[in-house]
């Protein structure tokens, strides 16, 4: 009875950037994680991913919060901010650094220019740290990265077509793969479940983590919501706030999205009900190899 010892653990997250409230888009994504996450029995913890004040909103990260609470996605353990987590992002810095892993960057925005953010390592043998401001980047090689993602399927890309990536910013400011690599694992998160508009993160993600010494999670991503004209909702899109009165009516287009049944008569029962029947029908099926769904067939 209760054999606990032989259910393998599971951490899930959802890690929103404050740049705007939520929108149907990511409200899919926090839905997927959290149902894959109960369906395991897992925990499901949501982290603040506010490390770009740039492009952030004063008041998006409390907006989030008060809608997931509104569409019944209560997390585990308390939130993570990443703006209180720099300590450790440098500590990490410090340590690639020793290990001979990184480089000092100085190039301008101009000179990489047409680049499409492909690095070609102008940079490489700088060792040295130079007392103009610099950016560092993790050397990378010709390694073939593959996964198996439960979604997609299997995944495979050359590192060296992605270029030796940003992990401090000239302006000073962390790199979002740097940030993501370091508190998943600090979060002990086993399996991730997102959106497929970054799947090309993944392979510099699984590099970076071997670079750390860190275990690699499981990856999910699902498909995006695109409108009709293949834009995929976005805040830069104007994709509208999701409302904070009645969801239940948008918790059934997600599943649906999912590739789920719900039959109509669930609209009429309780947010809580509502994640119940997805947790019980949770499944990742109808969404294979796909990699995004129309707005409006919902
Ligand atoms: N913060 C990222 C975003 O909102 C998501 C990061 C992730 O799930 O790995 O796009
Ligand atoms: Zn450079």
């Known amino acids: ?52 004040p740039p492009r952030e909103q004063p008041k998006a990260a409390d907006q989030i919060l008060k809608a997931l609470d509104v569409y019944g996605l209560h997390w585990d353990d308390s939130v993570l901010f990443q703006s209180d987590r720099s300590e450790a992002y440098d500590d990490a810095l410090d340590a690639l650094l020793r290990e001979e892993k990184l ?18 390592g102008y940079c490489r043998h700088r060792r040295v740290i130079p007392s103009q401001p610099h950016g560092l ?28 990536f940003i992990l401090k910013r000239k302006d000073g ?4 793969q740097l940030a993501v690599c ?12 997102r959106g497929v508009d970054i799947l090309d993160s993944t392979p510099r993600q699984l590099y970076l983590q071997s670079q750390l010494h860190y275990p690699h999670p499981v990856y999910a991503h699902i498909p995006v919501i695109t409108r009709n004209n293949g834009n995929k909702l976005s805040k830069q899109n104007h994709a509208p706030a999701i409302p904070l009165t009645n969801p239940r009516p948008l918790m059934i287009k997600a599943l649906t999205a999912f590739g789920l049944k719900p039959e109509p008569e669930l609209l009429m029962n309780s947010v809580e009900e509502i994640l119940s029947w997805g947790i019980k029908h949770w499944s990742m099926r109808n969404m294979a190899g796909k990699k995004e769904i129309f707005q409006d067939s919902l």
């Open 173 to 176: 400011l962390y790199a979002y």
């Open 182 to 193: 370091i508190d998943d694992n600090f979060q002990g998160v086993t399996h991730i479940v």
């Open 1 to 52: 009875m209760g054999d606990k010892l032989n259910i393998p653990p599971y951490i899930g997250r959802f890690a929103p950037s404050p740049s705007g409230p939520l929108h149907f888009g990511s409200l899919v994504a926090a839905l997927a994680s959290y149902l894959d996450a109960r369906a395991h029995h897992g925990k499901w913890l949501v982290r603040m991913e506010d490390i770009d």
């Open 103 to 120: 480089y000092p960057c100085t190039c301008t925005r101009k000179k990489l220019a047409g680049l499409n953010g492909v690095y070609p």
């Open 137 to 164: 980047r993790l050397l990378c090689n010709n390694q073939i990265i593959q996964f198996q993602d439960r979604i997609q399927g299997d995944q495979s890309f050359a590192l060296n077509t992605l270029g030796d």
